[in-house]
């Protein structure tokens, strides 16, 4: 056994996570049963199942790497998107289709690597944006939620005020106290 985990895993010594695996579950307790009977073929099939196993796991290893690249990419190109278009109507199954991406792999790989819905990310970066629009006064409030892409000021209104505890005209006059309260540290 160890020659084959040697010649699967040269030099590696740590402990490696593979995930859990039906195939491996089912290969393991295949093993367990051989390894409790004894008759005459007992270690050529327990080589056998190890050796299945082991290629398993060097293979699910060696694609991991590529599938992970791959997903690392696409939810990059999907938030880098979503900040260049932040004023427009984002629509997802437009941007899965635009990206080269089928729509359910899309969703399903963006909550699994991110832990949230794409469309949770979406309101989730407009909101901050607009944050970033609000302390500057140069906005006007009611022009913010167009500047987000949020067509509908109250319903900005409702999801700011929900997300931040306060509207957005609160959150301006809120910022806009706090810079006159802070002292400037270069008169220290």
């Not at 999907?78 to 359910?104: C, R």
Request: some cysteine; overall charge negative; aromatic content about 12%.
């Amino acid at each position: 056994f160890r020659e084959a985990i040697d010649k699967f895993f040269p030099n590696m010594w740590v402990p490696i996570e593979v995930g859990f695996s039906a195939t491996l579950v089912e290969l393991f307790e295949q093993a367990l049963f051989y390894a409790e009977r004894q008759c005459g073929q007992t270690m050529t099939i327990l080589e056998s199942i190890v050796m299945h196993m082991l290629a398993l796991i060097n293979y699910n290893l060696s694609t991991r790497n590529k599938a992970d690249d791959k997903m690392v990419q696409a939810i990059n190109s999907v938030k880098q998107y979503i900040t260049n278009h932040l004023s427009e109507q984002i629509d997802i199954q437009a941007l899965a289709k635009e990206l080269g991406m089928s729509y359910t792999w899309l969703r399903r790989t963006f909550k699994k690597n991110t832990g949230m819905r794409l469309s949770d990310y979406i309101t989730e970066v407009r909101l901050e944006k607009a944050r970033e629009y609000l302390m500057d006064v140069h906005y006007k409030v009611r022009d913010v939620s167009t500047l987000v892409g949020i067509s509908d000021p109250r319903y900005f209104s409702s999801v700011f005020r929900k997300k931040y505890g306060m509207t957005p005209m609160e959150f301006r006059n809120e910022y806009a106290s706090r810079q006159f309260e802070e002292p400037d540290p270069e008169e220290n």
